[in-house]
């Protein structure tokens, strides 16, 4: 059975910073290109950042270039999302997820998901 599971999110202020994580279980991590995503209330699902199956490939969402960078261990099956210079409209679940593709920024291409962990940045 395939289970993400993020963990590290809460509460920063504005210009603070976060390190999101997912760990990954009952699949083979090194050949799942990764991704996270993010949802805030009232607003669709929005591609935040995304990892090749190497790690050699990464991309990110223009909202976060610069301030967020994505990262895997691949003896850890975890994924990692270090968020940098958070502002109030980084507020917003946010999912990892898992998928066959090589490398890939659509949503559509991601077979697994996690259940979501919160941020939320104060002004």
């Known amino acids: 059975q395939v289970q993400l599971v993020e963990s590290g999110g809460g509460l920063v202020q504005a210009g603070g910073s976060l390190r999101l994580s997912c760990a990954a279980s009952?699949?083979?991590?090194?050949?799942?290109?990764m991704g996270w995503f993010r949802q805030a209330p009232g607003k669709e699902r929005e591609f935040v950042a995304a990892?090749?199956?190497?790690?050699?490939?990464?991309d990110s969402g223009d909202p976060v270039k610069g301030r967020f960078t994505i990262s895997r261990d691949n003896a850890k099956n975890t994924v990692y999302l270090q968020m940098n210079s958070l502002k109030p409209e980084d507020t917003a679940v946010y999912y990892c997820?898992?998928?066959?593709?090589?490398?890939?920024?659509?949503?559509?291409?991601?077979?697994?998901w996690g259940q979501g962990t919160q941020v939320t940045v104060s002004s």
């Open positions: 997820a898992a998928s066959l593709v090589s490398f890939t920024v659509l949503k559509y291409e991601y077979k697994y």
């Open positions: 990892i090749s199956r190497s790690g050699g490939n990464t």
């Open positions: 009952g699949v083979t991590f090194r050949i799942y290109a």
